[in-house]
């Protein structure tokens, strides 16, 4: 995270009234530590399982080692994938052997998430030693906020802190309901998480630049209307422009928008001329036959997209002002890519949004897995003022929606 820009966050005590580590006594205490270590996987020719990035593992680290570091006893709580039940495929070993790499300390994978053969482990625990329970999905109480599955947990541990930013747009056992039963505070990246997304929430320097980009305007028309109200300029790119350009009556040739993607933007559409921001689609557009690397491709000069042709990139000239409009900003927030960035030939508009984005003498945010995944690609994260891990979670707070597990937390 840079420290050498202006930012201009006000206190996380003054505006959430959160308990952070300074609140809680860990020194010989048994705590179970929330985390969001639902991190890609890729399968072997051999059956097992690697990961394929260990950010979210990085990320959680700051917190483990502090809590260590004062003598906690760490029981770390986390989900990964969406198992039916209890799957191997689902295990979390391979987390926790690369944790145990990271830390150079060993890391005790429980056989289970509770019950009679996890007990005895974290008794067992001395200051400073890390047991890991299974995917806490593999319980059905998890996603339905089971009080049993709650007390279960709770009586794992003396205390609970939840550093699983990613996660606290659910009301889950692990992350909401357990908070209740035992003293809690937030960790290092859940406090970062909520300091670095409520400035641009309360005070973003302006001019504020939205960048949305991806797909299911749908499931987004929210952010874009919340953004048309508070931020100065809406940058939409990707697959998310095409409902836009297609209810404004442009042809999209073999691109495809979704039947619930059009009415919703059509919707946004009727309420711009009333918004506090500027609402900006693509001018030009990259085009091809089919979404492939080596596909035949060109740059269209306009928005209307022949018989047969797909959009799968902002064009230069959409770019070019959309990294101008960065580079003039007080503060920037951005989710989804501008276009098919994972094959190099539509990947210009997301690389010179994140180029503009990391050269910005700017407050910047980004957020949203493919989001991170570009900036990773690109080396540019270092360069941003906040990567965030959330994606539902980053986008609920920034419209100002209370988040359960986040809530749970509060004085």
């Not at 820009?5 to 580590?21: C, E, G, I």
């Not at 482990?121 to 593999?138: I, K």
């Not at 919707?267 to 080596?294: H, K, M, N, Q, S």
Request: glycine share 8%; aromatic share 4%.
């Amino acid at each position: 995270m840079r420290s050498d820009r202006n930012d201009p966050r006000v206190s996380l005590r003054a505006m959430t009234r959160l308990r952070t580590l300074e609140d809680l006594d860990v020194t010989g205490e048994r705590v179970l530590l929330r985390v969001d270590l639902n991190v890609p996987l890729r399968d072997e020719p051999d059956g097992t399982r690697l990961l394929a990035d260990d950010t979210r593992i990085r990320a959680a680290l700051p917190t483990i080692e502090e809590l260590r570091g004062r003598g906690a006893k760490l029981i770390l709580v986390s989900h990964l994938g969406r198992p039916h039940g209890h799957e191997e495929r689902f295990s979390l070993r391979p987390v926790a052997a690369r944790l145990s790499q990271l830390t150079g300390a060993p890391v005790t994978l429980a056989p289970a998430v509770v019950g009679p053969d996890v007990e005895p482990l974290a008794r067992a625990l001395a200051p400073g030693e890390m047991l890991m329970l299974e995917n806490v999905r593999f319980e059905a109480g998890e996603t339905a906020n089971d009080p049993r599955l709650s007390a279960e947990l709770a009586a794992l541990a003396d205390r609970y802190v939840n550093d699983a930013f990613g996660a606290a747009h659910r009301a889950h056992a692990s992350t909401e309901g357990v908070a209740h039963l035992l003293p809690c505070a937030a960790g290092r990246l859940m406090q970062r998480e909520i300091e670095s997304l409520e400035a641009l929430l309360h005070s973003p320097p302006r001019p504020l630049v939205a960048v949305l980009g991806g797909a299911k305007v749908a499931e987004k028309i929210s952010v874009v209307e919340h953004f048309l109200q508070q931020a100065d300029s809406v940058l939409i790119g990707g697959a998310m422009s095409l409902p836009f350009l297609a209810a404004q009556g442009h042809h999209l040739g073999a691109s495809t928008v979704s039947e619930h993607d059009l009415p919703a933007a059509q919707r946004v559409l009727e309420t711009v001329a009333g918004a506090r921001g500027a609402l900006e689609l693509p001018e030009d557009l990259v085009i091809a036959r089919e979404c492939t690397a080596d596909a035949e491709r060109r740059t269209l000069e306009a928005v209307d997209v022949p018989d047969g042709w797909m959009v799968l990139d902002i064009g230069p000239r959409t770019a070019a002002r959309f990294a101008a409009a960065i580079s003039e900003a007080g503060s920037v927030f951005w989710n989804g890519p501008m276009g098919v960035f994972e094959l190099e030939a539509f990947a210009h508009g997301t690389r010179a949004v994140a180029e503009a984005l990391a050269a910005a003498p700017a407050l910047t945010v980004a957020g949203g897995g493919e989001t991170v995944q570009a900036l990773c690609d690109y080396g540019l994260q270092q360069r941003i003022s906040h990567v965030s891990t959330g994606g539902g979670a980053t986008l609920e707070l920034l419209q100002g929606r209370s988040l359960p597990g986040v809530q749970a937390l509060q004085e």
